[in-house]
């Protein structure tokens, strides 16, 4: 019951959210950061371009691109999780969700999203990643863009899933863009 209880808020929750793009990255980078800049930059951006942004809703990059959205006047949407180690959600979403389930909560990324756009982040953004690779590969999802941002930093993941890939169709190497 607990987790048809978390699909139907999460469901009611985002059912008039607009076009939105979620943005995954690091809950560990510091505002100083190049990272953060480029988040918060991400954020404005795809408010000017016509989107909400979505994020996990925590701190680093997920802050950024939330604070970036609320820098451009946009919608703001941050799906948190409970974790015994995290903080809640940061101080610039306008529409929050905790989930206890990650599945619910990958659901909701999925569900409500154009695209996803993956800053550098750990294991956390890595498993948001290839939930979403897996989705397209196998046709899931279907023209749904997947944008790695850094390819200092998502580069040699990129070679290494191009080697592997039975199916490149998915992948357009010439632009590196999955």
Known sequence: M????????????????????TVFGSARIKQDSREYAIGRELGAGLVRAGYAVITGGGPGAMEAANRGAKD???LSVGLGIE????????????????????FVRKT??????????????????????????????TQKVTRFPIVLLGSDYWGGLVDWIEARSPNRAWCRPATRTC
């Not at 529409?95 to 990650?102: D, Q, T």
């Open 2 to 21: 607990r987790i048809q209880a978390e699909f139907v808020e999460g469901f009611g929750a985002l059912a008039e959210l607009p076009r939105a793009v």
């Open 72 to 74: 451009a006047d946009g």
């Open 83 to 102: 974790l015994p180690f995290e903080q809640g959600l940061n101080d610039w979403v306008d529409l929050g969700i905790n989930f206890r389930y990650f």
């Open 108 to 137: 909701m990324f999925v569900k409500y999203a154009q695209a996803f756009v993956c800053l550098p982040g750990g294991f956390g953004t890595l498993d948001e990643l290839f939930e979403a690779l897996t989705l397209v590969q």
